[in-house]
């Protein structure tokens, strides 16, 4: 099954720096690579998805880039807030349009320092 | 995106009770999801709960640890059941709103003593 590998699992930046969280995947069929925000107590949030047909998308500050052949992919965080601190979860899948199983990687701790 | 609410928002619990968890959206959705976040952790999701028909299991997760139900396209239940301390996690449910996309509910708090 899908295997999805997560670095750094904390990550301490400046503020106004860049971040950027790194995924591996396992399974090539993967298609979907959705990444996810969580703060302290709250629910996890959708911030920005890729799917296979691109190889980057960007959102404000926000990027992301996949990379298929090398199966990893990557978000970017550029002019960092501390309002960005939170923990940050990649996740796989493959786009079938029967399940929806998403595999996620296990977190990164973004800490922002003003 | 869909709004989602989960009930109850947190709960402390006996060993060897059962504790059902109910999700509801405020549109109908066809696919649901329940995930399971221990503390610290990531989310693992532990089944898909299909509209009439038994919900779809991962592996290490069984229904009767896990019943879940899923009568309507808008609602969903998950009951934990024979609950031991090593229960203690956040359960959240999610759903499909747009191909693969998944929004979570808010999540419920289970503590079991």
Known sequence: GENVEQHPSTLSVQEGDSAVIKCTYSDSASNYFPWYKQELGKRPQLIIDIRSNVGEKKDQRIAVTLNKTAKHFSLHITETQPEDSAVYFCAASIESGSQGNLIFGKGTKLSVKP | ?113
Request: charged content about 15%; proline content about 6%.
């Open chain 2, 1 to 113: 995106s869909a709004v989602i609410s989960q009930k109850p928002s947190r709960d402390i619990c006996q060993r060897g009770t059962s504790l059902t968890i109910q999700c509801q959206v405020d549109s109908q959705v066809t696919m649901m999801f329940w995930y399971r976040q221990q503390p610290g952790q990531s989310l693992t999701l532990i089944a898909t709960a299909n509209q009439g028909s038994e919900a779809t299991y991962e592996s290490g997760f069984v229904i009767d640890k896990f019943p879940i139900s899923r009568p309507n396209l808008t609602f969903s239940t998950l009951t934990v059941s024979n609950m031991s301390p090593e229960d203690s996690s956040i359960y959240l449910c999610s759903v499909e709103d747009g191909p693969n996309t998944q929004y979570f509910g808010p999540g419920t708090r289970l503590t079991v003593l």
